[in-house]
Nanobody, 124 residues
Framework: QLQASGGGYAPAGGSLRLSCAAS????????IGWFRQAPGKKREGVSC????????YYADSVKGRFTISSDNAQNTVYLQMNNLRPEDTAVYFC???????????????????WGQGTQVTVSS
């Protein structure tokens, strides 16, 4: 089970930090990451950490603003979001056991482990 938290409201230029705690399995055994879905838009991959080498991947839209990290002791993955923009407004989902190949700029879900979404709203 994955439990996401940390969403909320932020002004443009502000920051939020999302957390996703795992229970029942060890996050470090899997590629982990975050997706988001805005109203009327397709779900998109935001960022992930590869279980192969620990390398991170970031979508071009968030590169330089978002940072993904994990705490194995806490069995938790984080997404630090800085310099937020109104277009970052979406429901954010954490996921594990996903496809994460940073060298190929590839990220995709497998549907095995998903957290509930957490809403992020950025005002202009």
């Amino acid at each position: 089970q994955l439990q996401a938290s940390g969403g909320g409201y932020a002004p443009a230029g502000g920051s939020l930090r999302l957390s996703c705690a795992a229970s029942g399995f060890t996050l470090a055994d899997y590629s982990i990451g975050w997706f988001r879905q805005a109203p009327g838009k397709k779900r998109e991959g935001v960022s992930c950490i590869s279980d192969t080498n620990g390398a991170p991947y970031y979508a071009d839209s968030v590169k330089g603003r978002f940072t993904i990290s994990s705490d194995n002791a806490q069995n938790t993955v984080y997404l630090q979001m800085n310099n937020l923009r109104p277009e970052d407004t979406a429901v954010y989902f954490c996921a594990a056991d996903l496809i994460c190949i940073p060298s190929l700029k590839t990220m995709g879900p497998t549907g095995d482990y998903w957290g509930q979404g957490t809403q992020v709203t950025v005002s202009s």
